[in-house]
């Protein structure tokens, strides 16, 4: 089955840059999306296909991808930027994946 | 937009079965890639199955084969999911969440239900 791996905690100072990445043997032949999820609330599209932003995510967050790794860039990071962050793709069988999640500090 | 509404918390005796409901609003279901996905208590986001639009079948993790099941009623534009033979680590929120673009084969979620908790216990 195909995985995802994903750091599990990452810090930044505020308004600093931070990259969080995915790695997987699936992301080579498809994009990864990442989501955003605060306590208690459901996970939110942030960036998804080669690095596209959903209306109403700020320009901050941006996406990019080599090889069996994708990243999520946040440039400038904020204090409402804290939260978990979550990588998806899929694989060839059409089995669908979360990374394990990169818990987000904002310092 | 798109909006979805789940149905409410279920608590579950364990080897009973729960079904929850995903109310669509703003597309019909058929212009939709649905999936659903779990959050156990404190864990992370795991994918449980959801429709593969390159081959067009509705596929389902291999955790979960025997014991969910996804299905659509396309005249209310309601999705569902039941889990049979529960157990206590199937204690759980439950998020349908869908593609609404013309791209999903990659799996995006762009849309999100609320999540339904699903409690398993004696």
């Known amino acids: 089955s195909s995985e995802l791996t994903q750091d599990p905690a990452v810090s930044v100072a505020l308004g600093q840059t931070v990259r969080i990445t995915c790695q997987g043997d699936s992301l080579r032949s498809y994009y990864a999306s990442w989501y955003q999820q605060k306590p208690g609330q459901a996970p939110v599209l942030v960036i998804y296909?080669?690095?596209n932003r959903p209306s109403g995510i700020p320009d901050r967050f941006s996406g990019s991808s080599s090889g069996n790794t994708a990243s999520l860039t946040i440039t400038g990071a904020q204090a409402e930027d804290e939260a978990d962050y979550y990588c998806n793709s899929r694989d060839s069988s059409g089995k669908g994946v979360f990374g394990g999640g990169t818990k987000l500090t904002v310092l | 937009q798109v909006q979805l509404v789940q149905s409410g918390a279920e608590v579950k005796k364990p080897g009973a079965s729960v079904k929850v409901s995903c109310k669509v609003s703003g597309y019909t279901l058929t212009e939709l890639s649905m999936h659903w996905v779990r959050q156990a208590p404190g864990k992370g986001l795991e994918w449980m199955g959801g429709f593969d639009p390159e081959d067009g079948e509705t596929i389902y993790a291999q955790k979960f084969q025997g014991r969910v099941t996804m299905t659509e009623d396309t005249s209310t534009d309601t999705a569902y999911m039941e889990l049979s033979s529960l157990r206590s680590e199937d204690t759980a929120v439950y998020y349908c969440?869908?593609?609404?673009?013309?791209?999903?084969?990659?799996?995006?979620?762009?849309?999100w239900g609320q999540g339904t908790l699903v409690t398993v216990s004696s």
């Open positions: 969440a869908t593609c609404s673009g013309g791209d999903c084969y990659s799996y995006y979620f762009d849309y």
């Open positions: 296909g080669k690095n």
